[in-house]
């Protein structure tokens, strides 16, 4: 048919349109209370963090993504720490969400100035607005008790 300028035939999904001008509606309505506890809960989860001996944040403390954590932990490989941390149940990453097949040091990571070595300590944190204090800890205390547990075996091995 000649519907749609000629690109698709039928008639328009009205129950759809509506349906999505309603989402957005709501996600516009929501985005700042949503980002606000985000934020909060990335600023706990970054200051909980840094408190571990030689960690470090990458990038900007203040200038980053409301739901984004980036950290390195000295002597700490990021990918066997992602390991054990999924075996707790805890999801993460040590690449960017667009090349985590790569084996190769983050590109972005190194723009920044980090070393591949620095950039292959690092571990990739996203949060959600379904997260919750509760998980924010439990998040540190199982990274904690891993980055530990991981520096003691490299102790052992020299």
């Given amino acids: 048919g000649s519907q749609e300028y000629g690109k698709r035939a039928g008639t328009l999904n009205v129950p759809a ?23 909060s809960l990335r600023n706990r989860l970054i ?31 990021g990918e066997t720490l992602v390991q054990m941390l999924s075996a707790r149940g805890i999801m993460l990453s040590s690449g960017s ?18 070393t591949d070595k620095q950039a292959n300590e690092s571990i990739r944190i996203s949060l959600s607005h379904e997260n919750t204090i509760d998980e924010i800890d439990y998040i540190v205390s199982n990274i904690k008790e891993c980055v530990t547990a991981l520096r003691d075996m490299v102790k052992e091995m020299y």
């Avoid at 909980?48 to 700490?76: M, Q």
């Avoid at 969400?97 to 980090?114: D, N, P, Q, T, Y």
Wanted: hydrophobic share 40%; with cysteine; charged share 30%.
């Fill in 47 to 77: 200051n909980e963090l840094l408190i571990i001996p030689h960690s470090y944040l990458n990038g900007s403390r203040e200038n980053r993504l409301p739901n984004n954590v980036n950290i390195r932990f000295d002597d700490v490989e």
């Fill in 97 to 114: 969400a667009c090349s985590e097949r790569k084996s190769e040091a983050s590109h972005v990571l190194r723009a920044i100035g980090l």
């Fill in 17 to 39: 349109i509506v349906s999505m001008a309603i989402a957005l509606k709501e996600s516009v309505d929501n985005m700042r209370k949503e980002s606000e506890k985000i934020l």
